[in-house]
């Protein structure tokens, strides 16, 4: 895992498979605010309740010229399966190797079931429209995560 990202670091940048069948790379996000958030998988119920929590919010922070981009290790077809059936107008990426999650501390030790494992520790970061870490929202908890984010860019919701 790498050390924890600050504001004001460049973010680093990444190429992935979007569930659009396309490459994106952080410079395609260039002159937007970012909202990039690591989830640990489709179709799970905290990673629906967050996703949904961004869907809902997500005309309100358009509107503050951000764009919301989801990222897990999942496939590009769980990717498409899971967007639409929860109807999210938002692009999510998939990083099977979680060298992107890494590349932004998001990846590591974590427990489930009273078992140590590695595996995506869900994580949001804010990137401003010249590629910079404006915020970072470590070891999320769903409830409100959204909604806080939101806030932080003046969004409000609908």
Known sequence: MSATLQPG?????????????KEHDLRSFRGRTLILYFYPRDATP???????????????????????????PDSVESHRRFRAKEGLPFLLLSDPEGRTAAAYGAFGEKVRYGKRVQGILRSTFIIDPEGRIQAVYPNVRVKGHAAAVAAALGATSP
């Open 9 to 21: 670091q460049p973010a680093p940048d990444f190429c992935l498979m979007g569930d659009d069948g």
């Open 46 to 72: 905290g990673c629906t309740t967050e996703a949904r929590d961004f869907r809902d919010l997500h005309p309100a922070l358009l509107a503050r010229g951000a764009v919301v981009v989801g990222v897990s």
